[in-house]
């Protein structure tokens, strides 16, 4: 879970005495870690944000312990500290969308949004953050704040196939079958291996009484999907449509 988003660790260079005691003070924090002294880490990180409040490295790994703690609202302090001072800095948005999934998980659905527009501050082009808070809006049925937050999210990468099956869903929802349809082909073009988006398509192929299309759609979820769960039901599915 913590290492799901991209470039959470960057280790920079030495750049002098100073730069390699503080360095020493950071594998402190990281020894106590791997020794299972969480205490002690955190007190480490701390003492070394006292020295060196900018260390986006001690920060996004302050946060990173503090929720396998369970501590959102501590992790939450930590990253807020460089919201508006470190623009641009991937790790830290990076830390701000886990801490939003922390909360939303909780159904904390204020600090969740809030801790996704941080993310955003950092980094405006940071389509996970668009996409995540796309995610806590749906989870609150606010559909018309969702749609745009998914469409930032594909303005930022049009190749995030998370976006497309989200916004394909919205559409599902507002009962616009041929908006859905288009957007989970756009998640398949993305990954053709995305079960989900095969069995969403089937879906909304089978309201359009398209059922070769929808049993072809079926016939790649199951190919692709992982557990147990859904299969019987796609299955039955089948039969019933090669029965009509």
């Known amino acids: 879970f913590f290492q799901a988003e991209d470039g959470i660790r960057d280790r920079s ?9 503080k360095r020493q003070a950071l594998e402190l924090a990281r020894a106590r870690v791997q020794m299972g002294r969480q205490d002690e880490a955190l007190a480490a990180y701390e003492a070394v944000l006292g020295r060196e409040p ?3 490295d001690a920060t996004v790994e302050a946060v990173q312990l503090s929720l396998q703690r369970g501590q959102v609202d501590e992790a939450a302090r930590l990253a807020d500290r460089f919201s508006v001072n470190e623009r641009g800095e991937r790790r830290i948005a990076a ?10 998980e909780q159904k904390r659905w204020a600090p969740a949004e809030r801790a996704f527009r941080q993310a955003l501050v950092v980094d405006a082009g940071y389509a996970k953050a668009h996409h995540a808070l796309g995610n ?19 303005a930022a990468d049009p190749d995030l196939r998370d976006a497309h099956y989200a916004l394909g869903i919205i559409y599902a929802r507002r009962e616009a079958p041929d908006d859905a349809v288009e957007q989970f082909q756009a998640a398949l073009a993305c990954d053709s291996t995305y079960a989900r988006a095969h069995f969403a ?3 909304m192929q089978e309201q359009r009484d398209e059922a070769q299309a929808a049993l072809e759609a079926y016939a790649a979820f ?5 557990g147990d769960a859904m299969r019987e039901m796609v299955r039955q599915r089948m039969l019933r449509l090669q029965a009509e």
């Open 54 to 56: 900018d260390n986006v």
């Open 136 to 154: 806590a809006y749906a989870s609150q049925d606010m559909l018309d704040e969702a749609s745009m937050s998914y469409k930032a999210a594909l």
């Open 201 to 203: 398509l089937g879906n």
């Open 95 to 104: 830390a701000q969308v886990m801490i939003g999934y922390a909360f939303a």
């Open 222 to 226: 199951l190919r692709h999907w992982q």
């Open 13 to 21: 260079p030495s750049r002098g005495l100073g730069d390699v005691y």
